[in-house]
């Protein structure tokens, strides 16, 4: 039987969310002239507030505003290195990583599930040592422009589930060959907790902590 160990990554790995805080950086180090369009943030937040805007809407919303239209993916990519090492060095639990790191030696195969991007997600899974990364993909055109424009859904609650049973399809995994341990802190991802053999509530939100007592999910606080 094949073993998995699955996580979330904002506040389940990390203290904090990651989406924003990437955008920023990126800002701060690329084009801090964009800063001009910060007025313009709280629109599409009132939008989504209203639902006028879809969370994948939202995203891109703000990553047009702070990250640009088409940036070139190399040209990004020493920034996205030094975001990731800054994740790890100021935003990460530590015990959550020597889960990680009990899971690997356990002999799990180890994956991250999350709505962040891609983009960056893959620089902070390759510092963990995670084996596979499911995430919010970005379209990114024939010369290497990164565009404000997700493929397919947002990596988030059932599309987060959908996107890991076609990552099992692809690995030839059937779901009666394996085990899966899964890790999260939002009750969002209850569709993934449920899919799993063992459901573990991290650091858990009020919602979750509730929804884990009740169901019998394990509860851990990292911090």
């Known amino acids: 039987m094949t073993k998995l160990a699955i996580y979330d990554m904002d506040r389940t790995i990390t203290v904090r969310g990651t989406y924003t805080p990437f955008l920023f950086h990126m800002l701060f180090a690329r084009a801090p002239w964009r ?11 009132i939008g989504y507030g209203l639902k006028l805007v879809s969370r994948k809407g939202l995203k891109t919303y703000n990553q047009r505003l702070l990250l640009g239209s088409k940036p070139n993916v190399a040209k990004l990519q020493p920034h996205i290195e030094s975001y990731a090492d800054k994740v790890m060095r100021v935003n990460s639990y530590a015990k959550a990583i020597a889960q990680v790191e009990a899971d690997r030696a356990e002999g799990r195969k180890l994956v991250l599930a999350t709505a962040s991007y891609e983009l960056y997600v893959n620089a902070i899974a390759k510092r ?9 993909r970005l379209k990114i055109d024939e010369r290497g422009q990164v565009l404000p424009e997700i493929i397919g859904e947002n990596c988030y609650d059932e599309a987060k589930l959908d996107r890991i049973k076609s990552f099992l399809d692809e690995q030839g995994l059937t ?5 899966i341990r899964a890790y999260s802190d939002h009750v969002s991802d209850a569709p993934m907790l ?13 919602k979750l902590r509730s929804l884990a007592k009740r169901r019998g999910w394990k509860i851990i606080d990292w911090d």
């Open 35 to 45: 800063l001009v369009f910060l007025p313009l943030l709280p629109f599409g937040f």
């Open 175 to 179: 779901r009666e060959s394996i085990h």
């Open 194 to 206: 449920d899919f799993a053999d063992e459901a573990v509530a991290t650091t858990p939100t009020p």
């Open 128 to 136: 963990l040592g995670i084996d596979d990364v499911i995430a919010t």
